[in-house]
């Protein structure tokens, strides 16, 4: 049993490395700077060709405007939302004037176009400036190895127009000044949304605002690939904040590094990321409100649809981990303690709606851990660098992101949705906190046409409970919880949600158990690794898992089943 068991992993191992090997130089070359300069639809991203993909200098510019950087002139300023915009068009100083943003204001309406981020700051007024804060992080910036290239990337974060951040500058640490990318989210206050924009060889371009992720033609292509609702991104938001220069973990630097000349980064001015946590999530509130009292100001809600996917789907994610280093990691240590929105969606369930949960957070006991990754040949991989084990903080996984629960926030406080529906929405699959088969099945049931913000919630209701709740359904599970009472629903689903982390810390203590969940999260992170959110090898841990060994689902039990094709 064990030969064979062995015989299969190394089969594995050597169908993932052969398949993996030709995709990583695809998206290596085309995401080492970031996933937003690339102009291609979320589901066509594995087929779609494009001639910027060429281009193999780690942090080189991808061209997402549409038009090849010889078409774009030195010291212009120019158009093209992706998916909506055929060709990249020059600005017009009418479209120019309605924007009221830091750098359109600052820069572009004086002729004005820095080719560097030296440049960019230098030219900001002297209050921008002295608020300005700078973030770093590298996949690679924790550890070093023989063939590994470490690529750092840097956020700069300015107060320039308003009392709060309106302006972040994203560009690569290392090289020269005006070959690596440069992009740009600036807060328009006046209009209330994002507009991005990316520097281009000697152009520059703007990539469309917020609203425009939320569009049609233009959802899921060029910036809005990661951008997905139209705020600013931190993928790892949370503590120990993976990958990040924070007060959990410092990206370090050899005495020759020219990173430690660099007036930019010197000691003591690399701000830490756990700063950068609060300015995102203050942004993401910023637009969410802005989003909200734009689509609620009339009668009826335009696009329902728009708005109840961040409840029902998984518009994008945050990535999770434990708090400690993989590498320090004994079998004789205390268990380790998984984050919880691995099992739920406890920033939703428990924090926003207020459901009173006991239960202790399930861990993994240090030794099932440990054998269970050698099991599975965890490693980290980039090009030609290998290294088993896992990522700095174990147990990577994705979990709900904090934009599409802030969304969730934000209706049932301003009573567009109430608690009570939302909570009901959610415990439908609860189990499966991320890229659930069940909840979005429940979108059928949204109104595609505009509705009346009173009946939203009423319409969506009486769809559900009109329609054919079979057992085990996505309704019949809605229907199920709609049923308990006002008075009690809080106590009932707390009770429910108590039951099955009872269950799940019991068989996470069994070797069996630790080897469910550390698949589960391989599956999880394989689904993470479909969309352009991914951008870099590194950032989380593979295994030897084929590449066509099916996707995983947690049950309320506590153990997982694979999804069959129709779950997907």
Known sequence: MQAGFEREVMRGRQIVERTAMSQERRYRQVRQATAWTEATATNNRASKETASEVLAEPGAPVDGCGAGPDVLKPKRLYARVAGRDSAARLLSDEDLAEL?????????????????????????PANATESRRVYLVSEAGQFSAPGLQRVVRSVFTMRVFTRDVDLLVATQATGEPEDVFLQVAAWDDKARHFNFYIRLQHAWVWAGNSWDSLEPGSRGMGCFDSHVNGSVVMKELKVPWLNWHSQRAKIHFEPQDPIRSDPLYKQGHVDQAEGLELTVKDLVRRWTEARLAKVTSSNDIEHPRHLLRQLLTTTTVNLASTEIASLSIDRSDPPLIVPMGFWLNSDALVNILGLDISASRPALPAGAYL??????????????????????????????????????????????????????????????????????????HVPHLPTPKGALEDTIVRAIASSDCADD?????????????????????????????????????TQE????????????????????????????PFTDTPPNAPLLAMREDGTTTPLTPTDR
């Open 371 to 444: 054998d269970s990754r050698t099991r599975f040949g965890m490693h980290l991989r980039e090009g030609d660098f290998r290294q088993s084990g896992d990522a700095f903080f174990a147990f990577v996984c994705p979990e709900a992101a904090f934009e599409d629960n802030e969304v969730v926030g934000q209706m049932v406080s301003s009573g567009l949705i109430s608690a009570r529906f939302a909570a009901c929405c959610l415990m439908v699959d609860f189990f499966n906190p991320v890229f659930s088969s069940a909840r979005p099945q429940l979108m059928r």
């Open 473 to 509: 359904s996505p309704e019949k599970q809605f229907m199920d919880c709609w049923q308990v009472s006002e008075g009690e629903w809080k106590s009932v689903f707390a009770k429910r949600l108590d039951t099955y982390l009872g269950r799940v810390a019991e068989h996470a203590l």
């Open 100 to 124: 009221e943003d830091p750098m359109a204001a600052v820069f572009f309406r004086n002729k004005v176009f820095p080719l560097t981020v030296q440049d960019l700051l230098a030219a900001l």
């Open 513 to 540: 158990g630790c080897d469910d969940y550390m698949r589960l999260a391989e599956s999880r992170r394989r689904q993470f690794r479909s969309r352009p959110l991914n951008e870099f090898s590194l950032t989380a």
